[in-house]
């Protein structure tokens, strides 16, 4: 089985790394369950034959130094090899229009709290008035959707599922990111130059976050 394991980790790396980024699972575009299951999937992949073995390659992408996480592509658990993050920095460091406007309440407060601080842990966030009406996973995921945060999802001592919010200089200082300066017009063209490939080559229709929240 570890055999098993590594062989299909090195496979998903080259591929994460020849793109860029990689999906954990898409119905179209390449992702960590297609390399691994040889097949396209629908719905959730735990009901797999081989749901231990995404689970374990996705362990493993998750502690590789050179892999982060974000919800980079169509909302979804994105996989993003080092060589681009200082394109992802630069627009998520941004505060663009599609990222700042519509936000709750909550997550506004959210977001001012996670710069003040640097790093939050969804378990330990005050519930406030504006918090009250949405959980703070919830208010979390509407950060992490426009980029305005880094997330990373931990088990807590009690052994239930948090997550780590913090802001993208706290990460790349966590990180060892050395961050190259780059334009952000420059790093979301290098992006969609690659996703624009993957959706015609897949008949897919994947977006990025701004240009889907325009």
Do not use: Y
Not at 24 to 41: N, Q, R
Not at 152 to 168: F, M, N, P, V
Request: aromatic letters at 8%; charged letters at 30%.
């Amino acid at each position: 089985m570890t055999k098993r394991i590594d062989t299909q980790f090195d496979e998903v790396f080259r591929k994460i790394s020849d793109i860029g980024f990689l999906l954990e699972s898409d119905p179209k575009l390449p992702s960590v369950c297609s390399i691994i299951t040889g097949e396209l999937m629908r719905g959730s992949w735990w009901s797999h034959p081989l749901a231990q073995t995404i689970f374990q390659v996705n362990q493993r992408l998750e502690d590789h130094p050179d892999v982060t996480i974000t919800k980079l592509v169509s909302g979804k658990v994105t996989f993003v090899h080092r060589t681009v993050w200082p394109e992802v920095f630069s627009i998520g460091t941004a505060r663009e229009a599609w990222q700042m406007k519509e936000l709750s309440a909550a997550a506004k407060s959210l977001l001012k709290e996670i710069d003040k601080k640097g790093v939050l842990r969804t378990d330990q966030i005050e519930v406030s008035k504006s918090t009250s009406k949405q959980k703070a996973g919830d208010v979390a995921r509407e950060l992490e959707r426009k980029l305005l945060i880094h997330a990373d999802q931990i088990h807590t001592e009690s052994g239930a599922h948090a997550k780590i919010l913090e802001t993208w200089k706290h990460w790349a200082d966590r990180s060892n990111f050395d961050f190259r300066e780059i334009r952000l017009d420059e790093g979301k063209q290098l992006l969609e130059k690659q996703l624009d490939k993957l959706n015609t080559e897949f008949a897919a229709d994947a977006r990025f976050p701004w240009t889907s929240f325009v």
